[in-house]
């Protein structure tokens, strides 16, 4: 294996396992959030809590993206990388 392709693939598994991270973060995130909340005065405070968790997830959404396509690209560019080096041997 090249030290071309080593280092690709180094940076697509530590860019994968970063978002592997953040997903997590995520979906823990998610979870505390309700589809639907019927409040009354009284509870307004549940009503803010959950606008924070919105807030979260739409900080976190275009970060999740980023990676995910940085993932991705660099993967296809490892793919190509061994392509090339095979085709350059043979």
């Not at 697509?12 to 009354?40: C, N, P």
Request: net charge negative; no cysteine.
């Amino acid at each position: 294996m090249s030290s071309t392709l080593s280092w690709f693939l180094i940076a697509w598994a530590v860019v994968t396992g970063i978002l592997v991270i953040l997903l997590m973060y995520r979906s823990l995130i998610a979870m505390k959030e309700d589809d639907q909340i019927f409040l009354d005065p009284v509870e307004s405070k549940l009503e803010a809590e959950q606008q924070e968790l919105r807030a979260r997830l739409s900080r976190i959404t275009p970060y999740a993206k980023g990676l995910g396509f940085a993932s991705g690209g660099l993967l296809v560019v490892s793919a190509g990388v061994w392509v090339y080096e095979a085709l350059a041997r043979f």
